[in-house]
């Protein structure tokens, strides 16, 4: 048996410039953490002689099929392909988070798919590896619509400014910061739980109002920002100024799409007024979680501004995808 975990992630700044149809001609940078939630997938040999199956499967549904093309599932199908895998596993799916509701998660279980299967066959396999293939199932195999912080995030942990060339590769950074200061950053993060969960392919299908011309030039400001945040984070700037970029990257962000709705910039504006000192939406858009960040005094009264809504208390800097069991 094999376990693994994959974190899923909070995009600080630069999200819509991880898009390859940008950073391939533009370049791009996202400022990202990996929180302490995570994705775990446990795979293990499967007795197919015993039953009238050979690959048994259980995530939100439970499958049980004798070939992969009668797999439901997109990814454990594409993945199970690409490894070469036809029979005699068993896997399980476990997530400390819903999906849709923008932490990187659909792309946190494929990492963590990845590196369980990988093991489960004896296999080693490096982040960047993970990252790779990941991407590789999503964006390319499967033709889902998307950015590639995700896979990246969820594969090398920590936190990092990632930075997409033209030439169609990354880097990541590690940005090392004083346990002070992570801390203070981490008690003044809240993440509040819309309860709108989205699929975030539809959402980026959404065509743009912005004219092309001004939808580059917006996200060349992101990118620009993502930078910017990293000199703010590792000086000895109050945090409110570090969220003064994330206000303004949110404020951009809705200038390049559909990202936002009437009542989320109603939470929004509520938050601000209970106490925070700016924010953003995370992910695609149009649901999930909002991030605020505020003094810790000014927590509850944001969480009551916005109807009381499910909170969710983050560490950053959290350890990206790792086998933490396994027993042959």
Avoid at 46 to 64: G, K, S, T
Wanted: charged content about 20%.
């Amino acid at each position: 048996m094999v376990i693994a975990r994959a974190p899923v992630r909070v995009s600080f700044l630069g999200g819509g410039t991880d898009f390859p149809d940008h950073f391939q001609r533009h370049g791009g940078a996202v400022l990202v953490t990996a929180i302490n939630r995570y994705a775990h997938v446990t795979v293990q040999p499967f007795l197919e002689e015993y039953f009238d199956h050979r690959i048994r499967l259980c995530y939100r549904r439970n499958e049980a099929v004798n070939s992969t093309a009668e797999i439901q599932h997109p990814a454990i199908r594409a993945a199970l392909e690409k490894l070469g895998l036809s029979s005699g596993l068993e896997m399980h799916v476990m997530a400390d988070l819903p999906a849709r509701t923008g932490l990187g998660s659909s792309s946190t279980f494929v990492v963590a798919m990845l590196q369980a299967l990988h093991a489960h066959c004896g296999r080693f396999r490096s982040s960047r590896d993970l990252a790779d293939e990941a991407i590789e199932i999503e964006r390319v195999i499967l033709g889902e619509a998307g950015g590639w912080q995700d896979q990246i995030a969820a594969a090398f942990g920590g936190l990092s400014l990632v930075q997409f060339t033209p030439q169609g590769g990354y880097q990541v950074q590690p940005i090392p910061l004083p346990n002070e200061r992570i801390h203070s950053l981490e008690q003044h993060m809240l993440l509040v739980y819309t309860e709108i969960q989205r699929d975030s392919f539809s959402v980026l299908g959404q065509a743009s109002n912005a004219a092309p011309d001004a939808r580059t030039r917006t996200l060349c400001k992101l990118s620009q920002l993502a930078h910017l945040g990293v000199d703010y984070l590792a000086s000895d700037r109050p945090i409110a100024r570090f969220v003064e970029l994330l206000h303004a990257g949110w404020e951009l962000k809705k200038e390049a799409g559909s990202v936002t709705l009437p009542q989320i910039d109603a939470w929004y504006e509520a938050g601000l007024k209970a106490g925070a000192t700016g924010g953003k939406l995370l992910g695609a858009g149009q649901g999930g979680f909002l991030l605020f960040i505020a003094e810790p005094k000014y927590h509850e009264a944001i969480r009551q501004a916005v109807g009381a809504r499910p909170v969710v208390n983050v560490r950053v800097n959290a350890p990206g995808s790792q086998i933490i069991f396994s027993q042959r």
